[in-house]
């Protein structure tokens, strides 16, 4: 579609403004709501039930009694696999509203929602529904005298804490294993992006879900995701988000019933570029996809560049070539690279964080400066330092907007140990055309994903996820089910 059609669906778009639990629009008893706000025109949106501890009690209930007393959880594989393949049509089906709704309130270009993130999300209810009849429990090696089988079973109620930077994925992400393995689930989208969350619980429904299995409650986090980490009933958290919200929801488990908490948290990922990578121009391509994409408002952005000092200055200047793609415009217009920034308050975040950074020795070779388009002020243009030391925030901080920044080195030694001289350990890239190297580089590197001549690798069948403060456990893959299901042992003594 053109610019002009997605404008004319913008203005037909209608928002839900209210949680939904047990299957049923559900305003905050408090009576209290938030605003959201579209960042690409400061324009309202909707104002959104802002659920409290109250509301958070009510759809933990609801989701118990379906887990305890409803079909979901009972279900044959297959009855629940046909729900989740049923689900992904729908979104498929519903894929221009559900790529609004998030571009709307976030600010990414439409036409990533609409070619990547709802496809996407769609991809992930269908893998795991094709997923959970092909699962297999085990046999111990007892004596002939017992059989011991060892199954899979549902943890029961399971909390999921999702951000705003891809809110239809993230819930996908989670819901998806969740849901396949039999739990009934509590979602708390973040306050920025609530609506493809609320649209997503009623498609499931559509497609057979039982009415209390998926509840959305709104919110902030401060209360409703406080509520959730704190609820004795909620037997996991599955979060994604900041590290330091990571570490409050450890904390709010710990205060309470020491509920499983699942965290994969912030990242600074390192893009380590050799001199004898042959084909630095798709180096410098991905390398810009790696920070500019989604307005570099990615966990596993690549926003720490390790260059090679034989080619430094050459890449550099393809990589500033590349960036000049990526300028920010109005996230409606398919031709947009990038879009808005979140919100005003994160806009200003970065701001400062590049100020910083030009009051420093830093050098900054392109961009820098923020713009304004349609009256919003949320944009910001692609932007690359140089000279980056590893002591500056630039290099230390998870800045979550799309600066890069860049440092030389002259070793392999000192490249490894540069990269992995973090808090962080979610993702990094390596770009070498010797074999030797690129293994024996990525072995050495501290990241849950190390993407060789590539950057951000990503698929549904590998798992996602990283250490240190990025967090632990993973998405995705066969591997998520560790995290919504339990080991059970059952032994069965022959007389």
């Not at 996991?236 to 929801?249: E, R």
């Not at 190297?437 to 849950?448: I, S």
Request: with cysteine; hydrophobic share 45%.
């Amino acid at each position: 579609m053109d610019f002009n059609s997605w404008q004319r669906l913008a203005e037909q778009q209608t928002f839900i403004d209210r949680a939904l639990i047990n299957g049923r629009p559900h305003a905050a008893q408090s009576g209290e709501t938030f605003a959201v706000i579209n960042p690409a025109t400061n324009h309202l949106l909707a104002h959104v039930a802002a659920c409290g501890e109250a509301d958070v009690d009510a759809a933990v209930k609801v989701a118990r009694h379906a887990y305890d007393q409803g079909p979901w959880a009972r279900m044959a594989p297959r009855e629940r696999k046909a729900v989740l393949l049923r689900l992904a049509e729908l979104l498929l089906a519903h894929r221009e509203e559900l790529a609004l709704l998030d571009s709307l309130s976030m600010g990414k270009p439409v036409m990533d929602a609409y070619t990547i993130d709802v496809p996407g999300a769609a991809g992930v209810f269908a893998w795991y529904g094709e997923a959970l009849d092909k699962l297999y429990d085990e046999v111990a090696p007892t004596g002939r005298d017992a059989l011991a089988t060892i199954t899979r079973v549902p943890l029961g109620v399971v909390a999921a804490v999702v951000p705003w930077n891809f809110p239809l994925d993230m819930a996908a992400w989670k819901l998806a294993p969740a849901l396949a393995a039999g739990n009934s689930i509590v979602l708390k989208p973040a306050e920025q992006s609530p609506f493809s969350a609320l649209r997503l619980a009623e498609l499931a429904m559509e497609a057979g879900l039982p009415e209390g299995v998926l509840n959305v409650v709104t919110g902030l986090g401060e209360h409703a995701g406080r509520a959730l980490g704190l609820h004795p009933d909620v037997d996991a958290l599955a979060f994604t988000g900041s590290t330091a919200v990571g570490k409050l929801f450890m904390q709010y488990s710990a205060h309470s019933n020491l509920k499983q908490v699942w965290l994969e948290c912030g990242g600074k990922s390192p893009n380590v570029v050799f001199a004898d990578c042959k084909d630095l121009d798709l180096a410098a391509e991905k390398a810009a996809f790696g920070i500019f994409f989604n307005q570099g408002e990615v966990c596993s952005a690549n926003s720490r560049l390790l260059v090679e000092r034989a080619i430094h200055d050459e890449f550099v200047e393809r990589l500033a070539e590349k960036a000049k793609a990526w300028q920010p415009g109005d996230p409606l217009n398919p031709t947009s690279r990038m879009g808005a920034i979140v919100n005003a308050r994160q806009t200003e975040r970065i701001v400062q964080y590049i100020a910083g950074a030009e009051a420093s020795s830093a050098t900054c070779v392109t961009g820098g400066q923020q713009l304004t388009i349609n009256g919003s002020s949320n944009f910001i243009q692609p932007t690359i330092f140089t000279g980056v030391t590893a002591d500056q925030p630039l290099a230390r901080e998870e800045v979550f907007g799309p600066v890069l920044a860049a440092t030389a080195f002259d070793s392999e030694d000192e490249a490894v140990a540069l990269a992995n001289d973090h808090i962080y350990g979610l993702a990094a890239s390596v770009w070498s055309d010797d074999l030797n190297r690129a293994h024996r580089v990525a072995g050495r590197l501290n990241a849950g994903t190390v993407s060789v001549n590539t950057v951000d690798a990503l698929d549904v069948t590998v798992p996602f996820g990283g250490g240190k403060q990025s967090g632990f456990g993973r998405d995705l893959s066969l591997h998520s089910f560790d995290k919504y299901t339990q080991l059970k042992t059952t032994w069965f003594q022959f007389r």
